[in-house]
């Protein structure tokens, strides 16, 4: 691994699809960008600014966000999200991540990533599945 630090960002853009709408993803019923679609291109914007700082055995999960959805999307309109790492902590790392349209503000997050052992990671994941079997 490269050492991560404070600072490092990324970016995304996407053209919003029917697909991508609460309607569709059964988050609610209007035909706008759905939250868990926004909360999702955090997370990928996320993962997009450490891929180039993880060896080969490396990745990063989840463990939170906090996401506030200001504004719709339509269809068709295109989101730009960016995100910036704001603190490393051993494996913690935390993000501040933004999102707008062509219209202005549409979100804002505090996400965190944890680094992890891939291989690892997985086998502790099938031997838990394994209990329950």
């Known amino acids: 691994m490269i050492m991560i630090i404070k600072g490092i960002t990324a970016q995304i853009t996407r053209t919003i699809t029917e697909e991508a709408t ?10 706008v960008l759905a939250t868990p679609v926004l909360s999702a291109a ?53 993000f501040h991540i933004t999102a707008s349209d062509e219209n202005g503000d549409i979100g804002e997050a505090d996400h965190d990533r944890f680094l992890v052992d891939s291989v690892k990671f997985m086998e502790k994941a099938e031997k838990r599945n394994e209990r329950r079997e």
């Open 22 to 31: 609460a309607e569709k993803v059964k988050s609610g019923s209007l035909p």
């Open 42 to 94: 955090m997370e990928e914007t996320a993962c997009k600014a450490l891929a180039p700082f993880l060896s080969d055995h490396e990745t990063t999960v989840g463990g939170s966000i906090s996401l506030i959805h200001k504004a719709p999307t339509l269809p068709g309109h295109t989101i730009t999200v960016t995100a910036t790492v704001t603190e490393v902590r051993g494996k913690k790392i935390s």
